[in-house]
C-alpha cells in the first residue's frame, strides 16, 4: 500500500525554524516527483517546492526562495523540508504529493498520492 506520511509541524515564532518531513511506503522513490504544496484557510493549494529524485532537479515557489530547502534523507525513502527565517503568512497546513511519472510540476493535478499534512502555524 502506497503511503505518504508528513511530520514537523508545529507552532513556531516569526524568523524561527521548521523541518517537516515526508516518509514514503510502499513504493520506491527512485523515479518520482516529490513536492510539498500547503493551504491556508480560504486559500487554493500552493506549489512550496519540488525535488526530482531521479535527476536532484530541485524547484522552489517564488515565496519561500532562499529560505525553504528540500532534500532527500540518507535512508532514501523520506523527503525533507527545511524551513527557515519563517514567517506569519507561511502558516497552512503542509502537503507531500508523490508524481510517479516524475514531471516536475507545482500543479495539483499532477501528482498521484497525497500525505494527510501537518500543520504549520508561524505566529508570536
Known amino acids: 500500500q502506497i503511503q505518504l506520511v508528513e511530520s514537523g509541524g508545529g507552532l513556531v515564532q516569526p524568523g524561527g525554524s521548521l523541518r517537516l518531513s515526508c516518509a514514503a511506503s510502499?513504493?520506491?522513490?527512485?523515479?518520482?516527483?516529490i513536492a510539498w504544496f500547503r493551504q491556508a484557510p480560504g486559500k487554493e493549494r500552493e506549489g512550496v517546492s519540488f525535488?526530482?529524485?531521479?535527476?536532484?532537479?530541485?524547484s522552489y515557489g517564488d515565496s519561500v526562495k532562499g529560505r525553504f530547502t528540500v532534500s532527500r534523507g540518507s535512508g532514501k525513502d523520506t523527503v525533507y523540508l527545511q524551513m527557515n527565517s519563517l514567517k506569519p503568512e507561511d502558516t497552512a497546513v503542509y502537503y507531500c504529493?508523490?508524481?510517479?511519472?516524475?514531471?516536475?510540476?507545482?500543479?495539483?493535478?499532477?501528482?498521484?498520492?497525497w500525505g494527510q499534512g501537518t500543520q504549520v502555524t508561524v505566529s508570536d
Open positions: 504529493a508523490a508524481d510517479r511519472v516524475g514531471r516536475g510540476s507545482f500543479s495539483p493535478n499532477a501528482y498521484d498520492y
Open positions: 510502499g513504493f520506491t522513490l527512485d523515479t518520482y516527483v
Open positions: 525535488l526530482s529524485l531521479s535527476d536532484g532537479q530541485t
